[in-house]
């Protein structure tokens, strides 16, 4: 049980497109969803939270119209980076939490964004 | 504001032996919740083991198991009979109470190599 998908795995664009990286959590409903961005060797740095049906909390530093979070669903939550560039390079990770009893979180498998 | 700390950025094990890897934290909360998480390099983040702050008892899942010190503030994890699929990063994170939007406060990482 609590399986996180996250579709692409990878994905290549070039500068100044829009990119979007679909979260599902296939075996519960997520209340909430989080999504991260992990540099090589580094530890997660939290981007922004969403509860379903409503508006993301960003974390301070985080532009939300750059990094946009929609969460339509008990199951899906999507993060569109918009105008991609280089720096935004970076492995992106979603997690899903049921609200239920310990809230743990549980996390895809990562999606590797290049920008060309 | 609560922090995690890994002291060991790396760490090193013979197969078949036990390693212990160290996390400390800071909070002023009397209820949380802490966690270990494993990411391989995959970079897949899997679930390890959870204590709930308020459990006296250590957890244990087969292998792995935890020794928590609430008053020292301190939360390590003991791998026995390691294997070389215990190779991975690992990560110690803490979580307030009560909510499930509440964050996942990571620590830095310990690069745990297993020799054959």
């Known amino acids: 049980g609590a399986v996180v998908s996250q579709h692409p795995s990878r994905v290549i664009c070039k500068s100044g497109t829009s990119v979007k990286i679909e979260c599902r959590s296939l075996d519960f409903q997520a209340t909430t969803m989080f999504w991260y961005r992990q540099f090589p060797k580094q530890s997660l740095m939290l981007m922004a939270t969403s509860n379903e049906g409503s508006k993301a909390t960003y974390e301070q530093g985080v532009e939300k119209d750059k990094f946009l979070i929609n969460h339509a669903s008990l199951t899906l939550s999507t993060l569109t980076v918009t105008s991609a560039h280089p720096e935004d390079s970076s492995f992106y990770i979603c997690?899903?939490?049921?609200?239920?009893?310990?809230?743990?979180?549980?996390f895809g498998p990562g999606t590797r964004l290049l920008v060309l | 504001a609560q922090t995690v700390t890994q002291s060991q950025p790396e760490m090193s094990v013979q197969e078949a032996e036990t390693v212990t890897l160290s996390c400390t934290y800071d909070?002023?909360?009397?209820?949380?919740?802490l966690f270990w998480y494993k990411q391989p390099p995959s970079r897949q983040m899997i679930l390890v083991i959870r204590?709930?702050?308020?459990?006296?008892q250590n957890a244990t899942e087969n292998r792995f198991s935890v020794n928590f010190q609430k008053a020292a503030k301190s939360f390590s994890l003991k791998i026995s009979d390691s294997q070389l699929g215990d190779a991975a990063m690992y990560f110690c994170a803490y979580k307030g109470y009560g909510g499930a939007t509440n964050k996942l406060i990571f620590g830095t990482g310990t690069l745990l190599a297993v020799q054959p």
């Open positions: 204590q709930e702050a308020y459990k006296q």
């Open positions: 909070t002023s909360e009397s209820d949380y919740y």
């Open positions: 997690s899903a939490s049921s609200g239920q009893g310990v809230q743990t979180q549980y």
